[in-house]
């Protein structure tokens, strides 16, 4: 488990890292075509729309990891001795979303790969874009089951 979580922490900074240095470049690209050559790309602002998506995703799933994601403080503050069932309540919540989101995900890429639809000015096949949902949900998942082992070994 600990190989697991030591290689999915470091596909989710690496990833994070990547897409981000290749949207800052591509959308860098994008402005100076447009106000230096007069010459607007319209390929940057789809493809830096799915970085974005891609690292919104990551982005979520080592939230997850580092305990960072966003939750209500005031229930843990006001009943202390509560940790324990609240932090069991929103694994198990997280982990009822993930499942939700690689079930319905891999419908959503099955209707989606039938349609055979094709992103507007990139013409990528639009269920490798829907395929961050189901993989995502299956990382975070992993996460999640990763916190919920060790908030039973911390008990």
Request: a positive charge; one cysteine or more; charged letters at 15%.
């Amino acid at each position: 488990m600990k190989r697991l979580g030591t290689f999915l922490g470091w596909l989710e900074n690496g990833c994070i890292f990547l897409c981000f240095s290749v949207t800052l470049t591509i959308l860098s690209i994008s402005i100076l075509s447009r106000y230096v050559f007069r010459r607007p790309l319209s390929w940057p602002d789809e493809l830096t729309t799915y970085l974005f998506i891609l690292m919104t995703f990551m982005g979520a799933c080592a939230s997850v990891k580092w305990g960072s994601e966003l939750k209500v403080n005031a229930l843990y503050e006001r009943f202390p001795q509560w940790r324990f069932g609240l932090d069991l309540i929103l694994n198990l919540v997280r982990l009822l979303a993930c499942i939700l989101f690689v079930v319905l995900g891999i419908k959503f890429v099955a209707i989606a790969f039938d349609m055979q639809t094709f992103s507007p000015i990139l013409r990528i096949p639009v269920y490798l874009i829907f395929c961050m949902l189901p993989f995502f949900g299956f990382v975070m998942g992993l996460r999640t089951v990763e916190c919920l082992v060790n908030l039973f070994k911390g008990r």
